[in-house]
């Protein structure tokens, strides 16, 4: 089938890619791996790579930080060197980053095929970045790995040829199942567990001081403390972060100690993508903190619960709501084998 380029170049892709990397190592399937090193703090990328066991990436682009547009510039010019002295047959490309976009762009430019994994999934939610990336991507690709039949319907309705999506369960199973295993994290006394990204919280004083102030109060009233691994985007933030005393402040935390520390949480606070999938799979409660999602079979299944508004009195209304449920749901995101099933169609079809 000729050679597959995985491009990757954040935290989320590096576990979300995984299992399809190691399964063309197992199996001597010519690829390579390009890193634009969009996330480039070794807490933040070489850990990954470590913990999961995956050998270096053979290109590091050394693009990260800087305005969306220069960056995404900087990757063209800098993956497009690499695939014309590769030139890869396949290009895959997971989520939703400027990375993401910048390997379907260099892909579609150069007429290489592309493969999208985690396609379909939508906010609608035109002020995320994010949504602009999934939307391009989708449609430039010719193969769309849906995580579950809704996604897939998402795509088909937007008028995508039904017969370049494939539904492969998402990989981020693959990686929990992965760790789960070995993960432990030691903690005193019982604790939340708070995660916190979006430009629309990190970067908007009243949004920021809502979650902070719910959180405060929810560990008050619940005597626990908050365990909150802060993404170097809070850098400038992290003196107010620490005034709230209940808060623990901690380095961005290795994947098998993240999930450890969901399993162990009472609760979960995130505004992530990958941490409310997770927390879904590994049946544990979350709050969202946002008022959409782009990942809606975690509300749909009950364990976790949206915001109407993102202030501290919502917040601490939707804690308590989802607090008091009892429920039990199976997982909606697959079995753990979306990888495998992603490269054997691409051998397959290519
Ligand atoms: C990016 C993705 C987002 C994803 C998130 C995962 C886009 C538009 N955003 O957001 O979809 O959910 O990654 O975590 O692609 N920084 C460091 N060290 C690092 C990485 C980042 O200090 O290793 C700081 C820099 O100041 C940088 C800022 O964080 O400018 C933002 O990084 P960037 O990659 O632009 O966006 P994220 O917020 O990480
Ligand atoms: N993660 C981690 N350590 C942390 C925070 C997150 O290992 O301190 C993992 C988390 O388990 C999930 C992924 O990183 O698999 C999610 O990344 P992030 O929240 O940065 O991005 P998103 O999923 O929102 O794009």
């Not at 098998?256 to 049946?283: F, N, P, Y």
Request: aromatic content about 6%; glycine content about 6%; proline content about 3%.
């Amino acid at each position: 089938m000729g050679k597959i380029a995985f491009v990757l170049g954040t935290r989320p892709e590096i576990i979300k890619m995984y299992s399809s990397i190691q399964y063309c190592i197992r199996n001597n399937i010519d690829h390579i791996v390009v890193n634009t090193d969009q996330h480039y703090d070794k807490n933040m990328r070489d850990v990954f790579f470590e913990e999961l066991g995956l050998p270096r990436p053979d290109y590091q682009l050394g693009v990260g930080s800087g305005s969306h547009s220069r960056m995404l510039a900087n990757m063209l010019v800098a993956i497009e060197e690499v695939f014309l002295k590769e030139n890869p047959t396949v290009v895959v490309v997971q989520g939703d980053t400027n990375t993401v976009l910048a390997g379907c762009l260099v892909a579609t430019k150069m007429g290489i095929k592309l493969g999208h994994i985690e396609a379909g999934l939508r906010s609608y939610d035109r002020t995320m970045p994010e949504e602009y990336n999934r939307i391009v991507t989708d449609h430039c690709s010719d193969f769309l790995f849906a995580p579950t039949q809704k996604q897939a319907d998402i795509l088909k309705q937007e008028g995508i040829d039904e017969n370049s999506i494939y539904v492969t369960g998402n990989t981020i199973v693959d990686a929990v199942q992965e760790v789960s295993k070995r993960a432990s994290f030691e903690h005193e006394g019982k604790f939340a567990l708070l995660t916190c990204h979006r430009p629309s919280n990190t970067d908007n004083e009243e949004s920021l001081e809502a979650i902070l102030s719910a959180v405060q109060t929810i560990c008050e009233q619940e005597n626990i403390r908050c365990v909150f691994p802060a993404h170097p985007r809070l850098g400038a933030k992290m003196d107010y972060i620490k005034s709230f005393d209940r808060i623990e402040v901690v380095e961005p935390l290795g994947y098998s100690k993240l999930v450890a520390a969901m399993r162990d949480a009472e609760i979960i606070l995130t505004d992530s993508g990958g941490i409310q999938e997770e927390s879904c799979i590994m049946q544990r409660k979350c709050v969202i903190l946002r008022t959409n999602t782009e990942r809606p079979e975690t509300v749909e299944v009950g364990g976790a619960v949206l915001l109407t508004e993102v202030t501290e009195d919502d917040i601490l209304s939707k804690y308590q709501e989802v607090k008091n449920r009892t429920v039990q749901w199976t997982n909606p995101f697959g079995d753990g084998k979306a990888g495998e099933r992603i490269v054997k169609t691409l051998v397959e079809k290519v």
